[in-house]
């Protein structure tokens, strides 16, 4: 049986100013009629260039050095602009990471999908209509006619991602590539989309390539996996084997690196006797009244951004929030630092807080944050001395000792050499970049450190290192830390108690000890912590 | 930078822009050295004379010659051009971005100020800021730097909006940096492409704006050989010999002409997208 996809010995390079730059060498992998392959590797490895390769849209710099792609037999490389144009969407299909850019915002969602369903299956208006709703109802969308009439920004995040796996899925297409579907949306909806996945792929039998940087999801719907790193498949095989008993040493690297919540990672105890942070009934609510609309006597409309949390933190204590986005978890983070105004009590190492005004000098040097960005959180146009000696002057004792000693001994804290001081953020990679951001926040002996999902936007093997980081330095210098991550796998390795927070308010507060002996009490927190894909080696799906 | 450069040369208005500026630059710097005949010197025998002979560009009514007033007047008009600009284009800077980062009610006076402001056309503002404060090049200077901050200050905001929301700036807030710290050394260096862009463009209109408060006797005064000057005392010569008037009005073209090609050289060349 020939497989729907074959590629076979494909090299691709990327002309640069520098030269030219391998993207992929001497790929070869094969997806037949009913299977799924999974592509794993970390940003930077290649897997998205492999997609493009063969969607035959790469850039313009791309110079393809030799190799065949092959659809059932059809060799995509030889075939003229034209009639790619006609084999894309019918015969091979796409589904995109993050569906509010992958979407038209001009066009309805109904007009997106009947417009595929005309140009390649030659349907009527009239036919395309009703054909497009009985896919939206297909891929589980409510009120399919509704949602045809509506764009992109009426609908959410796991809608839209619904319609692109129906647009995808609308041709009947021989293989669809899909690029990491799942990693722009939340837990809980992307836990559902995988379903879906599921569900059409075995009902379809297609072919698909399934491109992701997460172990845990391709083991759940992968027969066979490839491991690509830097451009080369360094391992390839059935599922269970290649991450059963991996042969190679950078495929052990990665399964390492994903967090498994039975490893505790810190060994610290919190201190008993009065909290470094208390809360009472602490609201955010988002929106100004403006001068106009409150000269009409109208209210405005306010968002709560997080409702009535109650809280303390030890000290030492590591404290993990946990939610999906728009829990109001970042929100919290931004009350303590003072960059949301707040209503209810705060306490801090024995003051009392009442908003932003209030928090002092020691207030500021006492309480840090790491954000979830590196690249937003460092100012471009400083260099990382400038970027470090600034809290140091700030707050330091810099005046007596020399400032380069300082910002040293901090790149050397978070495992730097000194001499990244003369770089700028654009010259580091992500996870160097984080490093220097908790530098940043280490660098005035802070009491509370709070930690904005600052692990999300890294690979999986530099997440790990981060924590590992985070760890160490918690060890070392004692800070009490308010951890927040939608990874509820990741602060079970790390923290000491778990805050779960839902719409904005606080739902649950459980030791990790008493998850672990006795599981979660609110419904809430156990479906959490059911959405989060798992490693699972044993049970992998069988080869089709 | 060099970069920049690079890309800017790239573009055919990138070269011509920088190779016009770059020769008007070094004009204004060395034009009196490079002068044929002291500027100022009278010689009531040869007056309008047309080009040629010993007075390339010719004389104007009291004889002396246009091209050496030409070249020392550069000086004045290019140089005050762009000093008006600077000036008012940092100035601008600061407010708009001083307006984004605080927001809330300020942000709102300052914008409303500003639209204010920007109701009155340029050139009025500034002939109203120079009949208050007085005719002279300083006043002029002032004028057109003041007549230029509202705009600046309403592009720069745009931009600092966008900063304002960046985390770097969070950190420095939740770090207790204060509100001049965080405008000056956070916000305004990633704000500055598009100032720069703005200000290239503007440094024409100043040129032009300061000829012409000159050709209304408000800006420099006679006998200093500032182009729009040359061009006012020209205007009632031109019967008498047109070239008086032709010379220091192509060189406010050229010069105008250069400075915007630059300008939208640097647009290009500072948009990584394009």
């Known amino acids: 049986m020939t497989p729907v996809l074959e590629v076979s010995g494909y090299t691709l390079d990327y002309a640069t100013r520098q030269g030219a730059m391998r993207a992929l060498e001497d790929v070869s992998l094969s997806v037949g009629r009913g299977e799924v392959v999974g592509v794993v590797g970390e940003s930077g490895s290649g897997k998205t260039s492999l997609a493009w390769a063969v969607m035959r849209h790469l850039p313009g710099n791309a110079i393809e050095r030799a190799g065949a792609l092959r659809l059932s037999g059809t060799d995509l490389r030889a075939l003229p602009p034209r009639e790619l144009a006609r084999l894309r969407g019918r015969r091979i299909a796409m589904v995109f990471q993050d569906p509010s850019t992958s979407l038209n915002p001009t066009l309805t969602l109904g007009r997106q999908i009947t417009e595929v369903l005309e140009r390649h299956r030659g349907l009527s208006a009239g036919e395309a209509e009703a054909e497009a709703a009985s896919m939206f109802a297909h891929v589980g969308l409510q009120d399919p006619r509704g949602l045809m009439r509506r764009y992109p920004h009426e609908a959410s995040g796991g809608e839209k991602q619904r319609v692109v796996i129906a647009i995808a899925f609308a041709c009947r297409p021989d293989c669809i590539i899909f690029d990491e579907p799942t990693t722009a949306l939340d837990v809980m909806t992307a836990r559902q989309i995988l379903e879906l996945f599921r569900t059409l792929q075995a009902e379809t039998g297609v072919a698909s390539l399934y491109i992701s940087h997460d172990l845990a999801i391709v083991s759940g719907i992968a027969a066979r996996v490839a491991v690509i790193h830097r451009g080369r498949i360094v391992e390839q095989g059935p599922t269970r084997k290649v991450l059963g008993a991996p042969a190679e040493d950078y495929t052990r690297d990665l399964l390492r690196a994903v967090p498994r919540p039975e490893e505790r990672l810190t060994h610290t105890m919190p201190e008993a006797g009065a909290p470094l942070v208390s809360a009472r009934d602490l609201t955010v609510r988002y929106g100004r009244a403006s001068l106009f609309s409150g000269l009409l006597g109208r209210r405005s409309t306010e968002v709560v951004g997080a409702a009535e949390v109650t809280l303390a933190v030890q000290p030492g204590e590591i404290l993990g929030i946990v939610g999906e986005s728009g829990s109001g978890k970042s929100t919290l983070a931004r009350a303590l630092t003072g960059l949301a105004s707040f209503d209810g009590r705060l306490n801090f190492a024995g003051r009392s807080v009442t908003g932003a005004s209030d928090m002092g000098r020691d207030y500021r040097r006492d309480v840090q944050i790491v954000f979830q960005h590196p690249d937003a959180s460092l100012n471009p146009r400083q260099r990382v001395r400038e970027i470090l000696s600034r809290p140091l002057r700030l707050y330091g004792d810099a005046k007596r000792r020399n400032a380069e000693a300082a910002v040293a001994a901090l790149l050397e804290a978070v495992s730097l050499p000194p001499d990244f001081a003369d770089r700028f953020p654009h010259q580091l990679s992500g996870g160097e970049k984080q490093r220097v951001a908790i530098a940043r926040a280490f660098a005035p002996r802070p009491k509370l450190v709070i930690c904005d999902e600052v692990t999300s936007s890294l690979d999986v093997s530099v997440q790990a290192a981060v924590i590992r980081l985070l760890a160490r330095l918690q060890r070392e210098t004692g800070a009490a830390f308010l951890f927040i991550t939608h990874d509820i796998n990741l602060v079970r390795q790390i923290a000491h108690r778990i805050a779960v927070m839902h719409r904005g308010r606080l739902v649950e507060t459980i030791t990790v000890e008493a998850l672990h002996a006795r599981g979660p009490a609110h419904d809430y927190t156990a479906r959490l912590m059911a959405a989060v894909p798992r490693l699972t080696i044993g049970d992998s799906p069988h080869v089709a | ?274």
């Open chain 2, 1 to 274: 930078m060099p970069d920049i450069v690079r890309r800017l040369l790239r573009t055919p208005q990138g070269v011509i822009g920088l190779a016009l500026v770059l020769l008007v630059l070094t004009l204004a710097i060395l034009g009196p050295l490079a002068a044929p005949h002291d500027p100022d010197a009278l010689s009531p025998l040869r007056r309008y004379r047309p080009p040629g002979g010993d007075f390339l560009f010719g004389t104007d009514q009291l004889g002396r010659d246009i091209l050496s007033r030409l070249l020392v007047g550069a000086r004045a008009t290019v140089l005050l051009a762009l000093l008006a600009t600077f000036l008012g284009t940092m100035a601008g800077a600061v407010i708009g971005t001083a307006s984004a980062f605080l927001g809330g009610r300020v942000d709102e006076a300052v914008m409303r100020t500003v639209d204010a402001l920007m109701a009155m056309p340029s050139l009025l503002l500034a002939l109203l800021i120079v009949s208050v404060l007085g005719r002279g090049s300083e006043n002029a200077v002032l004028a057109i730097a003041i007549a230029f901050t509202p705009g600046m200050a309403r592009i720069t905001r745009s931009v600092a909006l966008a900063v304002r929301r960046q985390d770097y700036v969070n950190a420095a807030i939740a770090r207790g940096e204060g509100s001049f710290y965080i405008v000056t050394r956070e916000m305004l260096p990633n704000v500055v492409a598009p100032i720069v862009v703005e200000m290239s463009i503007r440094v024409a209109f100043a040129i032009m704006l300061f000829a012409t408060l000159s050709f209304l006797g408000l800006g420099a005064q006679p006998p200093a050989s500032e182009w729009g000057l040359m061009v006012s005392e020209a205007r009632r010569f031109m019967h008498l010999s047109p070239w008086m008037i032709v010379w220091p009005a192509a060189a406010i073209a050229f010069v105008a002409i250069g400075f915007n090609l630059l300008g939208d050289g640097l647009r290009d060349a500072l948009n990584p997208r394009t």
